[in-house]
């Protein structure tokens, strides 16, 4: 597994972005997968995640509602769809893949951070 992270930008609060987490040995189909991000001076925090079918997702209580991650298995591609986002959304975005293929809390490859800021 090799997670590539893309996608990020700046944007106004209330815009839209999505993130891409592509895998480029194309491997982590039997994988869940999980989007993380750190603000500056903070810890990293988890945001969403989803098992290896795509059947089940998981959301941090501060993106439910306004994001969305999904995957497309047949291009190794998990995304995060990120709408009405907020000043506090900024943060280095990262993925990683668990060796399981159920949602867990271990993950164990990471991809690359990508930043995303949002304007007031």
């Known amino acids: 597994v090799q997670l590539q992270a893309s996608g990020g930008g700046l944007v106004q609060a209330g815009g839209s972005l999505r993130l891409s987490c592509t895998d480029s040995?194309?491997?982590?189909?039997?994988?869940?997968v999980g989007w993380f991000r750190q603000a500056l001076g903070q810890e990293r925090e988890f945001v969403a995640a989803?098992?290896?079918?795509?059947?089940?997702?998981n959301y941090a209580d501060s993106v439910k509602g306004r994001f969305t991650i999904s995957r497309d298995n047949t291009k190794s591609t998990v995304y995060l769809q990120m709408n009405n986002l907020k000043p506090e959304d900024t943060a280095v975005y990262y993925c990683?893949?668990?060796?399981?293929?159920?949602?867990?809390?271990?993950?164990?490859?990471w991809g690359q951070g990508t930043q995303v800021t949002v304007s007031s």
């Open positions: 990683a893949a668990s060796l399981r293929a159920s949602i867990s809390e271990n993950y164990r490859y």
């Open positions: 989803i098992n290896w079918r795509g059947d089940s997702t």
């Open positions: 040995r194309r491997t982590f189909t039997n994988n869940a």
